[in-house]
Structure formats: C-alpha cells, structure tokens
C-alpha cells in the first residue's frame, strides 16, 4: 500500500550496518575521543570496539583502561577484550586464565576478542569451548579472528568471525560463497591499507555484517582511527 497521501510506494530502507575497531591504542590517546564522538555523529551505526592493553589484559588493571571502556559504554560502544589464541598452541586452560583477568579487571566487558582463529574445521571444539566458558563468565558477545576464510562448522561456534584481515579490500565473491547459507551477523571484513570505497561497503554489507576499512598499514594498521572514518560510518548509515 502506498503512503498515505503520496499515491506512491514506501521505499524500502536498508538497515543500518556496523563496524568491529581494532582499537589497539591508550585510552589516553586521541582515538578513543575521536571514536566515541563518530558513534555520536552516526548514533544508528553499530560499533565494536577491540582493546588491548598488552596482547591481551596484562597482569594488573589500568585506570585509563577502567575510565576508557565505561566512556565507551556509556557511548553505546560495545568493547571486547582482546584474547591471543595462538591458533589453537595456547591451552584452553591458559585462554580461560585470560578471559578471568578480563572480567576481574573490567566487569563491565561486553565480550571477547578470540585472535589468532584456526580456520581448521577439526579446531571448533576448541573455540566452542572458549566461547561458551566466555559467555558462563558474562562476556556474552564472542569474535574470532582468522583473518581469512574459515570452514564453515566454525559458524554458531562464535558469534562472529573476521573472515579477511589483509591489505586492500577484497573480491566480493570472497564474502559470498557457502557464507550466503548464514546470516550476514556471522562475518566482518577488516582490510588495511586502502581507500575509502563507498560503493564497497554498500554493496558488502549485504553479504558481511560488520565492515572496517583502514588507510594505515603495517607494521601495525591498528593504532590509529582511518582517516575517513566518520565517512565510513555514513556509508554504514
């Protein structure tokens, strides 16, 4: 039925898409500001924010990072606490240990950052398992990393798999395929190293649920915020 009144047809209107940010900076440093005042800018974007005091939630809590994560919180900025995994060489026992200090320091967590994901299907029992003994803690949201394709058993083990963490955005028939089969929910892409392409992340979120695009490059692309960002959180509008 058309709009009352315009003897038209409602557009369709696509919903807003989300963004996963590594976000492997200070609390004290600019990004966090700079991040926080984009989700206020585009209040309907979804954003993750990853941290990571020292490749994972070091041996002590940090004031900067309690002060830090409640303003992204308070911002409607869901944060995950980064967790190395070592494609499966650390012990569940030796993650779990990691995920512990996470909730003791930070217990307003949303969830975990599973890096360093095995895309071997014979590993999901052991990423299950993390996943599940993470939301027994009450870090209810789950990510694993990869960083490429994965099998396709891993979907339903973790919330959400990065399924490409390379320089320049990739092929879209590299997010269709059997991922077709999932909810986009399932899937984020995390390229560095590239230029803003609007029509990219348009026509990608219809096949992956979260979508980060990042101009810096290695050594490490993740201790700044993109240059573009709040340009790509409006494509994401």
């Not at 609390?27 to 800018?41: F, M, T």
């Not at 996943?131 to 891993?154: M, R």
């Not at 892409?189 to 810096?216: C, M, S, W």
């Amino acid at each position: 039925m058309g709009a009352a009144g315009t003897g038209g047809t409602a557009t369709p209107t696509t919903p807003p898409g989300a963004t996963i940010v590594p976000l492997y900076t200070d609390p004290e440093h600019s990004s966090w500001a700079a991040l926080i005042a984009a989700k206020k800018a585009h209040p309907t974007v979804g954003i993750i924010a990853v941290v990571n005091p020292n490749s994972g939630p070091d041996s002590a809590v940090r004031a900067t990072y309690t002060a830090g994560i409640a303003k992204l919180i308070a911002a409607n900025i869901r944060v995950l606490g980064y967790v190395g995994t070592d494609y499966t060489a650390k012990t569940p026992a030796t993650v779990k240990a990691d995920v512990d200090r996470w909730k003791k320091f930070y217990p307003g967590l949303n969830g975990i950052f599973f890096d360093e994901q095995s895309n071997k299907a014979e590993d999901v029992a052991y990423y299950k398992d993390l996943s599940q003994y993470a939301k027994s803690q009450g870090l209810a949201y789950t990510v694993g990393n990869p960083g490429a394709d994965t099998a396709e058993a891993f979907v339903g083990a973790l919330d959400m798999m990065l399924i490409y963490e390379s320089d320049g955005i990739p092929a879209l028939s590299r997010l269709q395929g059997w991922h077709t089969k999932h909810a986009p929910s399932n899937f984020g892409i995390i390229p560095y190293a590239t230029a803003l392409d609007a029509a990219f992340v348009r026509e990608a979120r219809k096949h992956v649920g979260y979508i980060y695009l990042q101009n810096d490059d290695l050594p490490n692309p993740w201790d700044t915020l993109p240059s573009y960002f709040d340009d790509l959180l409006e494509a994401l509008e």
